[in-house]
């Protein structure tokens, strides 16, 4: 009789013992010209992530100029007095670097990574965008033909469609925040590079700017890189830009985008809430993601698991402009799509779910599930650079102090249920909400106003 081999197996590995986690605490300097920076140490990071913020805010626009902050945002990558657009592309590539940039309510932010070796000619270029950037008339010109290229294409994308249309419907036609982020058709059509170069000599200095550098800084002299690359830039002193207040107009009410056809409805509803510097935060945190942050929602558990209406509905909460005084914003909302034939029962269980978590509040064990989730994944969200040096630059634009994020993650695990049932129902009133569709109104429209969930209006999807 043949013996049967015999294996012997590597003792399987076990769990090391847990370490304690934080978010991690920047330090604080300032350059001779006036920068602020945040810079943080992660060992092992060795893809540098770099975050600039300009006080160059959406309400700075012209009249008329809506979208020339991204314009300007896109061309600080398009030639400096050192290189042409080619050159400074080919520049970034031959160091491994890549560059982005943004433009949104709070100002302009431009976003490096680069391998650690690498930095000094990154920070080097990213430097020579910010202090003499081109802004020539024929790389401005394509800039804005890209960009008015891209409008048709975001009209024709419901989600861009239904955030367009609250963002109208929520805010004063005089306030920035009713317009389009990048600008209309009409707007961007008007810029040119006079206007970009206008823009940027008027709200573009390092006096009013903050840089935040985060990665494995081991054997790096920080100080003087940064002394040498963006303490090159020079600019006139001034003080930052007042925050204006945000005003909005909730009442319940029911817009639908009419797009003849459509075989789904695009919901998105939604209306203002506070920033972070209310004390409320965290509990909303925490009730809006039992609401509908993941799978387990009671949103997805009824329109998706029971009712089979959607492939998915979310609740969040996104900061729009932040104010030490209060007077900043976030938008609280609720987005998904349904199948058109569904769209005034979804509707109608939406409502139920609301009014139902108003009557009976969340449980134990959604509060649980929903602190770890938050919380206990914290360490893997913030495992690069980027992430971390993203939240510090959040943590700037909006006025929050250098701790906020960790301090966030123990107020969310020391939130009862009682407070974040609270603070869920007060940010989603079933009679304070304003609900936009895009959908086929001959279809929506009738089983909508049916519902009584408030006056319902159709406008052409243009």
């Known amino acids: 009789m043949t013996e049967l081999a015999t294996m012997d197996f590597h003792p399987r590995p076990t769990a090391g013992e847990a370490k304690p986690w934080a978010f991690p605490a920047p330090e604080r300097a300032t350059l001779d010209n006036g920068l602020t920076v945040l810079h943080c140490h992660r060992p092992g990071q060795q893809l540098v992530a770099v975050e600039v913020l300009l006080d160059a805010p959406l309400d700075a626009e012209p009249a008329g100029l809506d979208g020339v902050a991204t314009i300007m945002a896109r061309a600080f990558s398009e030639g400096t007095d050192k290189h042409s657009a080619e050159e400074f592309a080919a520049e970034l590539e031959r160091c491994g670097a890549t560059l982005d940039a943004h433009a949104d309510h709070p100002g302009v932010r431009l976003s490096l990574e680069v391998p650690v070796s690498r930095l000094s000619k990154g920070l080097g270029l990213v430097a020579d965008a910010l202090r003499a950037p081109a802004f020539a008339d024929g790389e401005v010109e394509r800039l804005v033909r890209n960009r008015l290229d891209e409008i048709p294409h975001e009209l024709a994308n419901p989600s861009r469609r239904a955030a367009k249309e609250l963002s109208r419907q929520l805010f004063p036609a005089t306030a920035r925040m009713s317009r389009p982020r990048q600008g209309t058709a009409e707007t961007v059509g008007a810029i040119d590079a006079a206007a970009v170069r206008a823009f940027y ?95 387990t929602s009671r949103l997805d558990r009824v329109l998706r698991e029971e009712k089979g209406y959607t492939y998915g509905v979310r609740a969040f909460g ?50 649980d599930v929903a602190v770890q989730n938050l919380v206990g994944v914290a360490p893997l969200k913030y495992e690069t650079a980027a992430a971390v040096a993203g ?72």
């Not at 090159?232 to 204006?244: D, E, F, I, K, L």
């Not at 009410?253 to 459509?262: E, K, M, W």
């Not at 998904?336 to 005034?344: A, E, F, I, L, M």
Request: proline share 6%; glycine share 10%; net charge negative.
């Open 318 to 367: 996104q900061v729009l402009r932040s104010a030490p005084d209060g007077s900043g914003a976030s938008m609280l909302a609720i987005s998904g799509s349904v199948d058109t034939p569904n769209t005034g029962p979804a509707l109608d269980d939406l409502w139920k779910v609301l009014r139902r978590l108003a009557e009976e509040g969340l449980t134990d064990a959604e509060r």
């Open 391 to 462: 939240t510090l630059a959040d943590q700037v634009e909006q006025h929050l102090p250098d701790d906020y994020q960790a301090t966030l993650y123990q107020q969310l695990a020391a939130t009862g249920t009682v407070e974040a049932t609270a603070a869920v129902v007060n940010a989603f009133p079933v009679d304070r909400l304003v609900t936009v569709l895009v959908g086929d109104a001959a279809t929506i429209k009738e089983p909508v106003e049916a519902l009584g969930i408030g006056e319902v209006t159709v406008v052409a999807a243009e």
């Open 201 to 295: 000599e008027r709200h573009v200095r390092p006096a009013t700017a903050t840089a935040v550098v985060v990665g494995d800084l081991t054997g790096v002299d920080l100080t003087a890189l940064l002394g040498d690359t963006l303490g090159a830039w020079t600019g006139s002193a001034a003080q930052p830009r007042p925050v204006p207040p945000v005003t909005a107009d909730d009442t319940g009410r029911v817009v639908i985008v009419d797009r003849p056809g459509a075989v789904q409805t695009q919901l998105l509803i939604g209306r203002i809430g506070p920033d972070r510097h209310d004390r409320v935060w965290p509990a909303q945190v925490l009730g809006t993601y039992c609401l509908g942050g993941t799978l």
